[in-house]
């Protein structure tokens, strides 16, 4: 699982904190003692799975080191419409400070981890197991990984540095799939896995040939997935892969792939509600 425990994500939640305060929040610096405490509750206003609570701390500590975060669930947990999720309290200007960020994140790491649990679920009984693409937010891919984690599914590649992903157009390039994979085979290391992009059966059993660690059957109809699954005969890793959504979802696990990764999960899991009250 992607951990928040980095040096990058401080890094990213005090970028995060320059970018909304700024030399000052202008309406709490104006209203707001500097002596004043409260304390706040963050409630969810929906069902769903909560990603992000680790952040609180992160955020706040930034804020003043001597807010006391208290957090009632752990991510990937589910809570329902109503629930108490965490508490903060302690200084009341800097709790007002962090209130949208720390919310930002809790609110969109959540409905990331719900919606990657949805489709999840929606594979039931077969094996498959949903995972993320790099079409993320910049910024904030570690968040949204996390969250795809949070929610049940798999990562996938963080970045284009920790896996080969031969695609069509590194293909059309090189002329072939057979090129494309001994010139990577040659200049990766051992230890690298290299998988290929196929669009046909031919595509496939040239990637069998090749010696690949992973094929992906990309747009194919389910039929032609589960004749390349039959092929590849559990010798490789499987992915499958295009227009994936809750409607389909089912049907391709069916296929009897080993994977099946969708931006969906990330581009269109909009936010989860919830809120902060004092």
Known sequence: MVSLASPTVK???????????GPG????DSLISPEKTITASYNSREDGIIAGLPLLKIIFSELEPEINVVTYFDDGDKVLSGQKIAQV???????????RLSLNFLQRMSAIATLTNKFQEA??????????????????RIFEKYSVCA???????????DGVMIKDNHISALGSIKQAVAIARAKIPHTAAIEVETESIDQVKEALEAGVDIIMLDNMPVETMKEAVN??????????SGTVSLDNVNKIASSGVDYISTSAITAKAGIMD???DV
């Open 151 to 161: 929610g049940g599914g798999s990562p996938h590649r963080y970045g284009l540095y």
């Open 11 to 21: 890094e990213l939640v005090k970028n995060a904190l320059a970018e909304d305060i």
């Open 274 to 276: 919830m809120g902060l």
């Open 123 to 140: 594979t039931s009984p077969y094996k498959a197991r949903i995972c993320a693409t790099r079409k993320t937010c910049p910024n904030f």
């Open 89 to 99: 309290s302690g200084n009341a200007g800097a709790i007002l400070k962090g209130e």
């Open 231 to 240: 092929l590849i005969n559990g010798r490789v890793i499987t992915e499958a």
């Open 25 to 28: 929040d202008l309406t709490t």
